[in-house]
């Protein structure tokens, strides 16, 4: 650990993304936890506000309202030091992040972690089939520049830990960097 106070890394903004089951919300509640952030799932947040424009029948889901989750979200994003973690990023401003986070995880595991939610059918597949053809990392890459995008292994504990300490590192840089 260098000599950077780990309560200033909480001026960070940070996006975990992936396909459900690759462990965001593991690593983000973790993470803000050890840098004194706030961590947001968007899906809960979603939930709590009723942030839903209709329900999907095919994938029976509700339909995410972005316009609504960015208007609730905006004052927390300006203040700083929030870690957002949903499945998807296209709709969110460009200029929140500091960096993106794509955590990938091999399909075996995510197989196994996606049945055990109870998914199944078409919604099983075409999950593991966005994690094979890279969707939500096309789709970072697509929406913010290269240089914040990065993707981390999502497999084991020992990914987990490396991420969390991997990420504290990245932080600290920019820290360094920005101040």
């Not at 004052?75 to 500091?98: A, L, S, T």
């Amino acid at each position: 650990m260098t000599g950077i106070d780990l309560n200033n890394l909480s001026l960070y903004i940070i996006c975990f993304i992936g396909t459900p089951g690759v462990g965001k919300t593991t690593l983000g509640k973790e993470l803000a936890a050890r840098i004194g952030a706030t961590y947001v799932n968007v899906g809960d947040l979603a939930k709590e506000g009723e942030l839903y424009e209709g329900f999907d029948e095919e994938y029976e889901c509700p339909i995410l309202d972005e316009d609504r989750v960015i208007d609730e979200l905006e004052d927390k994003m300006n203040e700083g030091g929030v870690i957002v973690d949903y499945h998807g990023c296209d709709f969110f401003p460009e200029r929140w992040f500091h960096i993106v986070f794509v955590l990938r995880t091999e399909n075996s595991f995510l197989y196994d972690r996606l049945e055990s939610r109870g998914y199944k059918g078409k919604k099983l597949q075409d999950n593991i089939q966005c994690e094979i053809f890279q969707t939500i990392y096309e789709e970072a890459m697509s929406s913010y520049k290269e240089e914040i995008v990065h993707q981390l292994p999502s497999n084991t504990p020992e990914d987990l830990e490396r991420n969390l300490d991997q990420i504290v590192q990245w932080i600290e840089q920019w820290m360094k960097d920005n101040n």
